[in-house]
C-alpha cells in the first residue's frame, strides 16, 4: 500500500474471516523474522533459525487472520537515507495505511520493541478500529516520561554506525548488526536512519494516557530491568502488564511463554468483540 507520504508500505496478509492481528517488528528486523520465524542462541551465541511454532503460525492455528508488517526501511518496504522520513507518527500513519487496505472493522496490534512504540503512538492518533493493543519488549527509554538526551545521543550514533557500517566506535553493538543481518535484504542506510529518528523522538506520554482500549504490556524475564513492563502499564489506563519466561530482549518473541500470554490477552479480547 502507499502511505500518507508516497512510501510503499510491504505486508503480509494470511486472509480469512478471523478476528485480524496486525503485527509490527522490531528496530533492524522484518515482519518475517520477528513473527513468521523462530529464533534461539546457538552455542557460539550467535541467532539461528530453529524448527517449531512462532508466533503467526499459533495465531493462524486458532483461527486469526495474521498481518505482519514491515516497517519504513525495513524488509520490503520503502526505504530512506533520511531521518526525516522516520519522525513523529510516520510509522503510525503507515500502519493505517495498511488497516484502510484490510477493509475490516476491528484490529489488534501486537508491537515489539519499536514496533511496540509505533503501537503505543496509534493509541492516541483516534484510530476508531482498535480493538486492543499488546505493547511487547517496549524499552521505557522510548517513552517520553523516561528519556534523556543520552538515548538520543545513543541513537544517533548506532544510527551513524548502520550508514557508514563502521563499527570501531561500537564493538560491543556489532550484535546489533548481526541481526539486522538476518533479513536478506537489509538496507543499512535506511536502518541507521530510522534508529537516528526513533532515538530522538519518544512516544508522548499522552499517547498512552489516552488509551481507550484493552492494553497488555509484556516484557521477558532477562528483558525487564528496572521493573519496566509495570511502569508503563501504570501510564495506560486499565493496562494488564506481565513478565513470562527468561528469555532477552532479542529471543522474547519466540518463546513460547511469550506466545501464550499474548494468545490470551488477545482471545479475551475476541470473546467481547
Given amino acids: 500500500v502507499e502511505s500518507f507520504d508516497g512510501t510503499s508500505i510491504s505486508f503480509m496478509d494470511s486472509g480469512g474471516d478471523g478476528p485480524a492481528v496486525v503485527m509490527l517488528h522490531g528496530l533492524t528486523i522484518t515482519s518475517r523474522i520477528n513473527w513468521e520465524a523462530r529464533f534461539e542462541y546457538d552455542s557460539d551465541g550467535r541467532l539461528v533459525e530453529v524448527e517449531g511454532p512462532t508466533f503467526a503460525s499459533i495465531l493462524r492455528d486458532v483461527g486469526a487472520r495474521t498481518v505482519a508488517v514491515d516497517a519504513r526501511g525495513h524488509g520490503y518496504s520503502g526505504r530512506s537515507d533520511d531521518p526525516d522520513r522516520y519522525r513523529g507518527d510516520a510509522s503510525a500513519k503507515d500502519v493505517q495505511a495498511v488497516i484502510d487496505a484490510l477493509g475490516v472493522d476491528a484490529v489488534d496490534l501486537v508491537g515489539y520493541s519499536n514496533g511496540a ?5 496509534l493509541l492516541g492518533l483516534g484510530e476508531s478500529r482498535l480493538r ?14 523516561n528519556y534523556n538526551d543520552g538515548v538520543a545521543w545513543y541513537g544517533g550514533e548506532v544510527g551513524k554506525a548502520f550508514q557508514n557500517d563502521d563499527w570501531e566506535t561500537w564493538p560491543d553493538m556489532a550484535s546489533v548488526r548481526d541481526v539486522a543481518s538476518l533479513d ?7 536502518i541507521g536512519a530510522s534508529w537516528i529518528a526513533f532515538g530522538a523522538e519518544p512516544v ?4 498512552l494516557a489516552s488509551a481507550t482500549v484493552p492494553v497488555f504490556v509484556v516484557k521477558g524475564g532477562g528483558d525487564n530491568g528496572d521493573n519496566e513492563a509495570a ?4 501510564m495506560i489506563p486499565g493496562a494488564q502488564a506481565a513478565v513470562v519466561g527468561d528469555r532477552d530482549h532479542n529471543t522474547t518473541p519466540h518463546d513460547d511463554a511469550f506466545h501464550d500470554a499474548v494468545l490470551s490477552f488477545l482471545r479475551e479480547q475476541w470473546k467481547t468483540d
Fill in 117 to 121: 512504540a509505533t503501537a503505543a503512538r
Fill in 132 to 145: 486492543s493493543a499488546a505493547l511487547c519488549g517496549m524499552p521505557f527509554t522510548l517513552i517520553e516520561a
Fill in 204 to 207: 508522548p506520554d499522552e499517547r
Fill in 184 to 190: 536478506p535484504v537489509h538496507d543499512f542506510a535506511s
Fill in 231 to 234: 511502569r508503563i502499564a501504570a
